[in-house]
RNA sequence: GCCCGCUUGGCGGAAUUGGUAGACGCAACGGACUUAAAAUCCGUUGGCCCGUAAGGGCCGUGCCGGUUCAAUUCCGGCAGCGGGCACCA
């Protein structure tokens, strides 16, 4: 044998397999079939222009649940697009003059050719992209519909504002008070704005996260909180003048303590509620208050340090249970307005804002709450002697008809009470705000409206779709190209005909990608969004890859879309991802020079426990494993690491060194090991080739008859392992049997034969994950036909257990050794068995055992006396 | 601050209805083959202790306690690490 033929040559094998694939259309999703549909997608990569170790975890997961399922038989709907509308398309015109569309469709052009030696098994001919108007035309009818169907709306209000990328951020977007991609501090401004009715399925929206049982519970947590359900009352408190004469205004407050009123001693409100907007015009001193209120940040640590402020308005609140008692009525800087109704009742004694504030300005603190246990009169003078409000369960007390009530009865009581008074009601709150789809940008699919001075904001009719963007704009000056073109904005009103500008504003990117997973379904159809027969077929999403980054974001908005399309007839459904998974980080370790400037992998040589920049011999620091990142250095280029070892041998190491949920730490040596699996395979498949084909016979020796056994344990198990995700297990489990055969003695009874057929199933184990080499192996081994095309391997159940089992032998819960006993013994036979052996007799010493436990198959536990 | 998750050898991790802790891999060490190297193959590898040896004993899944014949697994407390939300009334 030459040298050549002992190393498997992926060089020349993957790319003509995939060459093979591709010829053969293997992964063409069938529009109609008698099979059951199964629909795996992975969240579609931006196209930056280059493919990096995130994405190749990501579809090898993807990749491996589709090959997987086609081999069980399912008609496999594995589609791939670019979610190709984005900021940095603009920031990389800005920087170096290129129009944001060639840019990206560079960039898609330049990673499909990156994805093409991975030997993905996606469906390219449905691949779409988010930049194109025939994408973008569907989404701009949906916009239309949702207006009709009142799901979208034009409100002015106070919005995220990113000073450096010059646009609106979604709440969501903001993050410690950031932009999330500028990393600025975020200011607000008050806008009018495009908003979708998220907040009209927010019940259900949150009532539904519990049927999505095939999601990470993390994920389901974080949407749960995200819509931040709260329930409680809104009450009413009528105004007076600072003369004690009633205004005839009452103030609104959110509360979910309506028990604890009776401790109210101020109300506040926010500094952008009408009523302290319409004070200020007659109070400069409330003005100025106001303004102050607006500059403070929202970042983290403005929000720790910042200071409780109040100004107060000198009118007075009349309590809406205590005849003749009022409150003072202040304006706080810490009262959100886009929370609840913009105002609040202020209870010292039991929340701790409202306990700071009440110190700073004097307000009275009153005990209405006092742990059940303890003394109601020392509890309260403490209390209100302190700096510390009590937020813990407990009894009312000092509160007429609510004392002696444990807080939730006290609450409901107090409700019941503040309506038959009209003086409130009881409500339910969402942190949950509509979704702002305006962005100030040119890159993203423009707002089908026109701006009529006589009629409004017009929607652009159905037969003028698309609203295309312009090619000729330019980027010299920081905000909005659209804004300042000089013709494409004029235009005449769908109405009334008069002179009209078009809306300059374009959607938010997300706004893409919470329905492209339906677009995938009929991706070419011209006329609408998608073919409703085919969306129904298809969806929902049998299982979504990604990563967790967008469990609020993209996730919360996809499953709103899904409600939203439905509601507006385009399909009947209501969840978009029946099953989510969210992978881990790629991370590697991190290396620094003395000087402290990162060094990358590949400069970097290891000598014992210390490292050299290989480039001039400086010591480097070894630094902890962290997500790779550009800005740190630590980086491994997929292209490098096929160039090396090839597309299987990165995709064996990514799924068998971390279970698919945990960061995965990329390391040379791991890589290696998989290599040289390859390699394992490739020289026992060459003996294996040697062999006929065939059945295995009934007559074996113990040995290949063991090793028979394992076959159909390891087939059992890998099914099992691949179809929850345990693909580290499935690795581990089909090395143990590439080891069990390597050890197999052939010379025995039927030894060939199951040698053969063990390298077979082998194949067809490995063939999801490392798909390449399982077709060379597979050709090698005689076959004409593709592993791609062969059925997952059946196993005998009458083959899973053996016909003796071993079990351990306790004494006193600690093990003493073990007994082989027939499968079925009855526990009598076990007893006497485990009893008889010499470390347990020593143990007892002659004496009889005070119990024993028998658990068949299993264990034999001996209390001793 | 509130909520959630995690913690197992030198390392990644297995043990997922409580039942032989450390599968599988990596690294390391020893050996075989080779002029040599690479590749490959064989062996050892949780800690401590007894024994010349064969072999045997004790401890061990972050820490403390509990339930149980039996706990990595269940319960209570604590610590460390990670994540989400954050002036949300």
Not at 627 to 647: E, F, L, R
Not at 664 to 687: F, H, K, M, P, S
């Amino acid at each position: 044998m030459s040298s050549s033929e002992e190393r498997y040559n992926f060089a020349a094998s993957e790319p003509k397999w995939q060459r093979t694939w591709a010829a053969g259309n293997c992964f063409a999703a069938e529009e109609s079939s008698t099979k059951p549909k199964y629909y795996v997608l992975e969240m579609f990569p931006y196209p930056s222009g280059r493919i990096h170790m995130g994405h190749v975890r990501n579809y090898t997961l993807g990749d491996v649940v589709a090959r997987y399922k086609r081999a069980k038989g399912f008609n496999v709907l594995y589609p791939m697009g670019w979610d190709a509308f984005g900021l940095p398309a603009e920031n990389a015109a800005l920087e170096r003059g290129v129009h944001p569309g060639v840019w990206t469709r560079q960039n898609i052009g330049v990673m499909k050719g990156q994805l093409a030696p991975l030997g993905f098994s996606h469906d390219w001919a449905r691949e779409i992209s988010t930049c194109e108007p025939a994408y973008y035309k569907h989404e701009q009818k949906m916009f239309t519909d949702f207006l009709k169907a009142g799901l979208a709306y034009r409100k002015k209000s106070w919005v995220n504002w990113d000073p450096v990328e010059h646009t609106v951020l979604a709440n969501e977007q903001v993050v410690d008070g950031k932009g999330w991609r500028s990393g600025a501090p975020v200011e607000q401004r008050e806008l009018s704005q495009w908003f979708l009715k998220i907040t009209h399925y927010a019940e259900e929206l949150l009532q539904a996260i519990e049927t999505l049982d095939r999601w990470p519970d993390k994920v389901r947590l974080m949407q749960h909180n995200w819509i931040g359900k709260s329930e409680g009352a809104r009450v009413l408190w009528p105004l007076q003048d600072a003369a004690g004469k009633a205004t005839g205004q009452s103030l609104e407050v959110f509360t979910t303590r309506p028990d604890t009123l009776f401790g109210a001693s101020f109300c506040a409100i926010a500094a952008q509620h009408p009523l302290a907007v319409q004070l200020a015009e007659g109070n400069a001193k409330l003005g100025d208050f106001l303004t102050e209120c607006a500059k403070v940040g929202t970042s983290t640590a403005a929000i720790e340090t910042a200071e409780k402020l109040g100004f107060d308005t000198g009118l007075k609140a009349e309590h809406p249970f205590i005849p003749g008692a009022t409150v003072p009525v202040y304006v706080a800087n810490f009262v959100l307005m886009a929370y609840g109704t913009g105002a609040i009742f202020g209870c010292p004694g039991h929340d701790e804002r409202d306990m700071e504030f009440a110190r700073k300005y004097g307000l009275t603190v009153k005990c209405v709450v006092a742990p059940e246990s303890d003394d109601v009169a020392a509890f309260t003078r403490k209390l209100e002697a302190g700096n510390e409000a009590y937020t813990g369960d407990g009894v009312i007390v000092n509160s007429d008809f609510l004392n002696g009530l444990k807080v939730d009865p006290a609450k409901r009581a107090a409700i019941e009470k503040l309506e038959s008074l009209g003086r409130g009601k009881g409500t339910v709150q969402y942190r949950l705000r509509d979704w702002g789809v305006s962005r100030q940008r040119y890159w993203g699919c423009p707002i089908p409206i026109i701006h009529c001075e006589k009629c409004g904001p017009v929607p652009v009719p159905d037969k003028d779709l698309p609203v295309t963007l312009p090619e000729d704009v330019t980027f010299d000056i920081p905000g909005n190209p659209l804004a300042r073109h000089p013709t494409w904005k004029h235009t005449t009103c769908p109405t009334c005909n008069a002179p009209a500008v078009r809306e300059t504003d374009t959607f938010d990117t997300f706004f893409e990608s919470s329905w492209y997973f339906a677009r995938y379904c009929s991706p070419k159809l011209a006329d609408r969004a998608f073919d409703r027969k085919q969306a129904e077929t298809w969806l929902p999403v049998d299982q979504y890859i990604g990563g967790v980054e967008h469990a609020v974001l993209h996730l919360l908005y996809s499953r709103f879309f899904t409600r939203a399309l439905s509601d507006c007839g385009y399909f009947d459904l209501r969840e978009p991802f029946d099953g989510m998974f969210t992978q881990g980080m790629v991370c590697h370790e991190t290396y620094r020079a003395a000087d402290g400037a990162w060094v990358e992998p590949g400069d970097v040589r290891k000598e014992g426990a210390a490292a050299v920049r290989v480039t001039d011999g400086v010591a480097v620091t070894v630094g902890r494993s962290e997500k790779m990142s550009k800005s740190k250095k630590n980086v491994v280029d997929p292209q490098a690491i096929i160039g090396t070892y090839g597309a299987d041998a990165a995709r064996l190491f990514m799924l068998s060194d971390s279970p698919p949920e945990r960061d995965l730490e990329w390391t040379d040596a791991g890589i290696e090991g998989a290599w040289r699996y390859l390699n394992r395979l490739w020289r026992l498949a060459g003996a294996a080739s040697q062999i006929q084909t065939g059945p295995v016979p009934a007559t074996l020796d113990a040995g290949p008859a063991a090793v028979n056994r394992q076959i159909h344990r390891t087939i059992a198990a890998v099914g099992d392992d691949l179809e929850k995700f345990r693909f580290n297990s499935a690795v581990a489990r089909i090395r143990e049997l590439t080891n069990a055969l390597a050890d197999l003695d052939r010379k025995t009874v039927g030894g060939d034969a199951v040698y053969r057929y063990g390298i077979e199933v082998v194949t067809r184990l490995v063939s999801p994950i490392i798909p390449h080499i399982a077709e060379e192996v597979w050709q090698m081994l005689g076959f004409t036909t593709l592993v791609v095309a062969t059925p997952w391997p059946e196993f005998d159940p009458a083959q899973l257990e053996d016909d003796v089992v071993t079990l351990a032998v306790q004494v006193n819960g600690k093990l003493r050794g073990t007994i082989s006993v027939a499968k079925g013994a009855d526990k009598a036979a076990c007893e006497s068995a485990a009893l008889s052996l010499p470390a347990v007799q020593k143990l007892l010493d002659g004496k009889p055992p005070r119990k024993v436990i028998v658990v068949p198959e299993k264990i034999v536990n001996i209390v001793a006396a």
